[in-house]
């Protein structure tokens, strides 16, 4: 299935590669934190 086009979306052909990210480092506090990229986590979000 990776390998099949049909399941690849044209977003991906033609996206920008994303921008370059650091890791996080030392202690972060933080009241809320989600974790998630898809419908969950959108709708936690919200």
């Known amino acids: 299935m990776?390998?099949?086009r049909?399941?690849?979306g044209?977003?991906?052909r033609t996206a920008p590669p994303p921008p370059?990210?650091?890791?996080?480092?030392?202690?972060?506090v933080a009241d809320v934190a989600i974790v998630g990229?898809?419908?969950?986590g959108l709708s936690?979000?919200?």
């Open 2 to 4: 990776l390998n099949d």
């Open 6 to 8: 049909r399941s690849h």
């Open 10 to 12: 044209l977003w991906e």
């Open 20 to 28: 370059a990210t650091e890791n996080l480092r030392g202690n972060l």
């Open 37 to 40: 990229a898809g419908y969950t």
């Open 44 to 46: 936690t979000a919200l």
